[in-house]
């Protein structure tokens, strides 16, 4: 497949891979969707792009239910990456589950909580908005100072910012609830440091994007089933699972949404959740 970077000719680009929300047990569904299946279509997809991204970097929701075996199922499945690839958690992981058995994937993880990587002038930061027991973001103190001096860094380059939890109101109340708690602190940092050029989130299920303060904050669809936009309840939509590519250059970057095939089987069922609040 020729990538955005190509057409562009592009420096080099990244993967932003979201929610495949993987199942416990073989052939079990997720709101009706085999996201086992559609996970795989979509790391076959990654691997084809021409030329290889620098990274792929995913931003949780693994497992559907945090269990081990959909940890390890999940793990199984990304190793089929061959590119490098930089992870963080969402709602559904269980930090000490995936620590202990998601293997090369776990130790990736570590133990910092605000990751960093510098490549070709760039700063990218994955942070960990996985709160235990919260199903919202949260950074926390101890992290959102980590963010701000890995910002504040010289010499002080381009910064794209990644993380599971979705920081702009979506206009969808069920999802909107569950956006980063310590929104106001984040926006602080960001206009202090002024080097942010972007945010990538995930959860929400579906494309978006939104702007503060002339810094584009994009959602990535999930990498296993996608929600309709609609603000009364969260209804799966027959849409294929997706990823985000990035392109940059200089100190620039271009980003398109690349669903992985045709639009999917209508989904068998769309249970509630089993969550009291349901949604990404
Ligand atoms: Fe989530």
New binding site residues.
């Given amino acids: 497949m020729v990538g955005l970077a190509q057409g562009l000719r592009a420096r080099f680009s990244l993967v932003h891979l979201t929610?495949p929300h993987i199942a416990g047990e073989d052939q079990a569904r997720v709101r009706g969707v085999d996201t086992a299946a559609r996970l795989a279509g979509v790391v076959e997809s990654i691997n084809r792009l021409s030329p290889a991204p620098a990274f792929v970097i995913i931003t949780?929701?693994f497992s559907a239910d945090g269990s081990p075996a959909a940890h390890r199922r999940a793990a199984a499945l990304l190793r089929a990456l061959q590119v490098p690839v930089r992870v963080t958690l969402?709602?559904?992981d269980d930090p000490e589950t995936f620590r202990q058995v998601m293997g090369e994937l776990g130790d990736l993880l570590g133990t910092e909580t605000c990751q960093a990587i510098d490549i070709q002038g760039w700063r990218i930061l994955l942070l960990n908005s996985k709160c235990p027991g919260l199903?919202e973001g949260f950074l926390g103190p101890v992290q959102r100072q980590q963010m701000r001096e890995e910002l504040a860094k010289n010499p002080r380059p381009p910064a794209l910012l990644f993380m599971?939890?979705h920081v702009l109101p979506l206009g969808l109340p069920w999802v909107d609830r569950?956006n980063l708690r310590d929104w106001y602190e984040f926006l602080e940092i960001l206009r202090d440091v002024g080097n942010v050029r972007g945010l990538f989130s995930?959860?929400a299920h579906q494309a978006s994007r939104h702007e503060w303060s002339g810094i584009p904050f994009f959602v990535t669809p999930s990498a296993g089933y996608q929600f309709f936009k609609d603000p009364t309840q969260p209804r799966v939509s027959p849409e294929p699972p997706a990823y985000r590519l990035i392109a940059i250059q200089g100190g620039m970057f271009v980003t398109e949404v690349r669903p992985v095939g045709p639009p999917a089987e209508k989904p068998t069922t769309d249970p509630p959740s089993p969550s009291p609040r349901p949604?990404?």
């Fill in positions: 929610d949780g929701d969402g709602n559904h199903k599971h939890h569950d995930g959860h949604g990404g």
